[in-house]
Nanobody, 123 residues
């Protein structure tokens, strides 16, 4: 079992940058595939990016490829989401999640979730 807490959300201007962090406790992030998902008002929660359990592979949804980057820092027991050149359409609540099994891009494969952090991108 692991407890996840996101931080770093806020209001940013388009074309700048933002870094979200997911702090884990109880277990090390290296025990899991770790992912970021987001949910905009009136829309379904969607996959953003993930890193597999071994830290060998990363995955990105098409809308964020080339702009966002996921990283894992096992020493600090955190997973980060670097958001470069954010766009207004990136506005959403961002959730950190941990998966012990299954596909790392599939929402149903994730066992633990953080409370979410709001990101608002202004034009």
């Amino acid at each position: 079992q692991v407890h996840l807490v996101e931080s770093g959300g806020g209001l940013v201007q388009a074309g700048t940058s933002l870094r979200l962090s997911c702090a884990a406790s109880g277990r090390t992030v290296s025990d899991f595939a770790m992912g970021w998902f987001r949910q905009a008002p009136g829309k379904e929660r969607e996959f953003v990016t993930s890193i597999n359990l071994n830290g060998e592979k990363t995955y990105y949804a098409d809308p964020v490829k080339g702009r966002f980057a996921i990283s894992r820092d096992s020493a600090k027991n955190i997973v980060n989401l670097q958001m470069n050149n954010p766009k207004p359409e990136d506005t959403a609540t961002y959730y950190c999640a941990a998966s012990e099994w299954g596909s790392v891009t599939t929402i149903t494969s994730y066992d633990y979730w953080g409370q979410g952090t709001q990101v608002t991108v202004s034009s």
